[in-house]
């Protein structure tokens, strides 16, 4: 019986490496500053690692991951593994190679700025560090390797085998993990024109090479080969590409675990399951419908992960249903299985043990990375129990199982059937869970009463979610079910509320606005983070924003711009602010996920049906519009974007839960509008990246996208005016559903395309007016009035000039006043000497 136990073995892509108190953040932003030595930070890094590492085992696992901890960013890790870091940040002798490093990340002193904001629009921009992108359809931002004819590979950094020399010291049984060649190519940027970096596979496969042969000798048991792209559309010379490249690293003789995530494998399954490596591991999540056809298609000697607790959500898994998917794939597989994640757990929080202030039962629904790992070794162990039960024949599991997609034990009986344990005794063939599992009440119960109640426990979670009127809301749903098919129009075509929207406002020709947020100084921040410490009184504070706001519209009114905003300072960031007024959302203490280096963000947790209790930004943007006879543009952030950039329910669509939350936004802009504001912003900066890995679920997903924004702005009359701001730097190939949104105004991040990314709304003809930033907001340079000319003039080249505006690329909260003002000065007299002309 015991076979069937030793043949599943648990492990995972990947472990969040920022810490449980994000004590890597803290040491690197100490080194940064100089306050610490490497060394030192060094010393943080390997006990995080060790930390970690002992979590893992300690859970169950396995195999503990070793590689997937990085100063910075993995894919940078690998430039330097890799050796291929490019010439140009001056790298001098005597630097080390965590300086060189460093170099890479954040630029070079003297070079302009390092990465100083990050999120989704900002970020990416010094010309001089690497650029940073998003890692597949995450929030993560890695590092772009960059590629010409000239780029060498050499083995050139001991980092990776001197963690795993760390981790076999500490007695772990270690899997490696190496983003795999064809992925770390297809990541990179090509500098150079008519290149194709592919050309390069031939000279970067013996480096992987003496990469594996360096952990072989090292007696690593298995490399984990990260190759996500098999789950992108691939030109036919990249899934070529896979055939040789793996032939060749096979030749070394270490076990390969090629791991795919994120996407189905699609027309890539029968690839990945014939390139001749020792095991596959797959998105049992986002690809459980292909689990069946990986199962049947992997040749029997070869492994099979399945990732089937979700790496990049937060919920807590359902086991029965996780344990119904995978018995049949269980006695397919002769009872040799591999439990995993989905993915690296980098995407989710580290643990739920600090989260003292979250509601408990919404707490009880939620599982992070730590919880994440027991899960592991629960499912693990009650797989073992069934296998000793069901034994010998393992074809005797088949026949319990049911049809293949498990559909006779996907009730909550399942796993009760499953175990089949009589209360308090022990497993029948003695097999002991495995060591430390994590589960409750270890050391007092048996191991099967241990077993037991962890899954009831587990069972009654689920089973409360479901059923919570938290989560539930009637009317909610009867409001979804009678919402009129045309909620998603605004009453009047494009040219008819144009018109209406100028007889009201009479703006001049280039309008000139800014796109929401002004400097968020210190005292801001510090007024309201006393606030929410309980230490500042609501009047207090309110009183202190009401002053934040009547500067920024004084400063605005004597710069002269057209349209004024309020200038955000209530404001800590654009999705909490709503989220928090908002019925459904959660949020926690210490959920920190990486976005980049030292950034974490921490996104709300959208467990219930949306709603809004009552108006969320009338009272400030009333108070802003009393103070100036200008037009006072109100600011929401749309639910894309809301949606985006949270963690959301699993249970419905996420077309569902972005109309929800558009109707929540629909009525702030029925309040607004009620109140008098005539000019109001919806933000959607997170359009473009919630685009699915695959390109023929782009239609889908846009058209309930560009729904939900139309739904939020549906109800403004012809005369208010809708703006939206994308700060997204590629609009080409999502143009018609771009215009399909029927913003009246759309602002967009242009300046530092020199207006080249206006020449696709020119040639679409772009129907609606339209904001091309004319400065970037990223930097502290301030542009002359004579560069914001250049590009208007540049602008009015591909757009009519009646249909320009004037602004920035995007909010300015992370600038200072003096650059703020001296830009936006300028700025206004460009905008000025364009209608003179
Ligand atoms: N209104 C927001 C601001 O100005 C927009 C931010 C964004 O696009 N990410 O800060
Ligand atoms: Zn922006």
């Known amino acids: 019986m015991t076979t069937f136990t030793a043949q599943i073995q648990t492990h995972i892509p990947g472990f969040p490496r920022v810490g449980e108190a994000r004590e890597l953040k803290f040491a690197l932003e100490r080194h940064w500053r100089g306050d610490i030595g490497e060394a030192a930070l060094e010393e943080t890094g390997a006990t995080l690692r060790a930390r970690h590492w002992a979590r893992q085992r300690d859970a169950g696992l396995d195999l503990v991951t070793v590689g997937d901890f990085a100063f910075y960013d993995q894919v940078a890790n690998h430039i330097q593994l890799l050796g291929c870091e490019p010439a140009r940040f001056g790298f001098h002798a005597g630097q080390s190679q965590l300086a060189r490093y460093f170099a890479m990340a954040r630029g070079v002193a003297g070079h302009g700025h390092a990465h100083e904001h990050g999120g989704a629009c900002c970020g990416h921009h010094d010309s001089h560090a690497l650029e940073m992108t998003k890692w597949f359809d995450t929030n993560y931002h890695y590092l772009v390797p960059e590629f010409s004819p000239e780029t060498e590979f050499s083995l050139a950094c001991e980092r990776l085998f001197a963690e795993v020399a760390e981790a076999q010291a500490l007695g772990h049984a270690v ?7 064809l992925t770390f190519l297809w990541l990179g ?15 970067l496969l013996p480096v992987y090479g003496a990469v594996l042969d360096r ?5 690593v048991g298995w490399v984990q080969m990260d190759e996500p792209i098999l789950g992108l559309d691939l030109p036919p010379a990249w899934r070529g590409a896979f ?12 076990p390969l675990l090629l791991a795919t995530y994120f996407s189905p494998l699609e027309e890539n399954v029968s690839l990945a399951c014939r390139l001749p490596v020792a095991g596959l591991h797959v998105d049992g999540v986002r690809a459980a419908h292909e689990l069946t056809s990986v199962t049947d298609w992997l040749p029997a000697h070869k492994v099979l992960s399945v990732g089937i607790v979700d790496g990049r959500n937060i919920w807590r898994t359902d086991l029965d249903a996780a344990l119904a998917q995978l018995l049949p794939i269980f006695a397919k597989r002769d009872g040799k299985l591999w439990l995993s994640t989905s993915c690296s757990l980098l995407h989710v929080p580290f643990s739920l043990a600090g989260e003292h202030a979250l509601d408990p039962e919404v707490k009880s629904w939620l599982a992070f990375a730590a919880e994440k790992l027991d899960e592991l070794a629960l499912l693990k162990a009650a797989l073992a129990t069934f296998a000793a039960q069901a034994a010998p024949a393992p074809t005797a599991l088949s026949r319990h199982s049911g049809p293949s997609d498990g559909t006779g034990l996907a009730d909550g009986a399942g796993l009760s059937r499953v175990t089949g344990l009589p209360k308090g005794s022990g497993l029948s063939d003695g097999t002991a869970l495995p060591g430390g599992s994590g589960l409750p009440g270890r050391t007092a119960e048996p191991d099967a009463a241990r077993l037991e109640a962890a899954l009831a426990a587990s069972r009654a979670a689920c089973a409360s979610r479901r059923a919570s009127p938290r989560v539930n809301n009637p009317a909610v749903a009867a409001r ?18 144009q018109a209406a929207q100028r007889a009201r406002s009479k703006l001049p020709a280039y309008p000139t606005t800014t796109i929401g947020s002004f400097p968020q100084t210190a005292s801001i921040r510090s007024a309201r983070a006393a606030h929410k410490r309980g230490e500042l009184p609501a009047e207090s504070y309110e009183a202190s924003m009401r002053a934040e706001i009547a500067f920024a519209v004084g400063r605005q009114e004597e710069l002269g711009l057209d349209v004024l905003v309020h200038g955000e300072a209530e404001r800590n960031d654009m999705v909490e602010y709503f989220g928090e007024q908002l019925d459904g959302f959660a949020f926690t203490r210490l959920g920190w996920v990486q976005s980049y280096g030292s950034r974490c963000v921490k996104p709300p947790v959208i467990y219930g049906d949306v709603s809004r209790p009552r108006a969320m930004t009338v009272d400030w943007t009333v108070y802003a519009q009393s103070l100036t006879t200008r037009p006072m543009k109100g600011m929401l952030t749309g639910p894309v974007t809301i949606l985006q950039w949270s963690f959301v329910r699993d249970d419905q669509p996420r077309a569902q839960t972005a109309l929800q939350i558009a109707l929540a936004i629909r009525d702030e802009v029925a309040d607004l509008e009620r109140a008098g504001i005539g000019i109001i912003q919806i933000d959607e900066p997170a359009v473009r990246e919630g685009l699915p890995p695959r390109r023929g679920r782009w239609h889908e997903y846009l058209d309930w996208a560009t729904r939900a924004f139309r739904v939020a702005a549906g109800a403004a009359a012809d005369g208010t ?5 994308m700060c997204y730097a590629e609009f080409n190939d999502i143009l018609p559903q771009i215009a399909a949104m029927d913003a009246d105004v759309i602002t967009i991040e242009t300046s ?15 129907p609606n007016e339209i904001g091309p930033g004319v400065y970037d907001i990223h930097s502290p340079r301030v542009p002359d009035t004579a560069e914001m000319v250049d590009l208007l003039r540049k602008a009015s080249a591909v757009i009519p000039a009646g249909q320009l505006w004037v602004n920035p690329d995007c909010g300015l909260k992370t600038r200072g006043w003096p650059e703020t003002e001296s830009a936006l000065r300028n700025m206004v007299a460009a905008a000025r000497q364009l209608r003179a002309a």
């Open 175 to 181: 899997k490696a993990v190496l983003i795999g060649p």
């Open 480 to 497: 979804i079910a009678a919402l009129a098919p045309d909620a998603d129009r605004r009453a009047s075509p494009f040219p008819a509320r």
């Open 189 to 203: 940027k090509e500098r150079a024109a008519g290149f194709d970096r592919l050309s390069l596979l031939d000279k």
């Open 243 to 254: 055939e040789t490249g793996y032939w060749q690293l096979n030749q070394v003789g270490v």
């Open 215 to 219: 952990l072989k000798a090292l007696g």
């Open 721 to 725: 005016q809708i703006h939206t701001h």
């Open 752 to 766: 530092r395309s020199a207006m080249e990314l206006l020449a696709g709304f020119g040639a679409f003809r772009y």
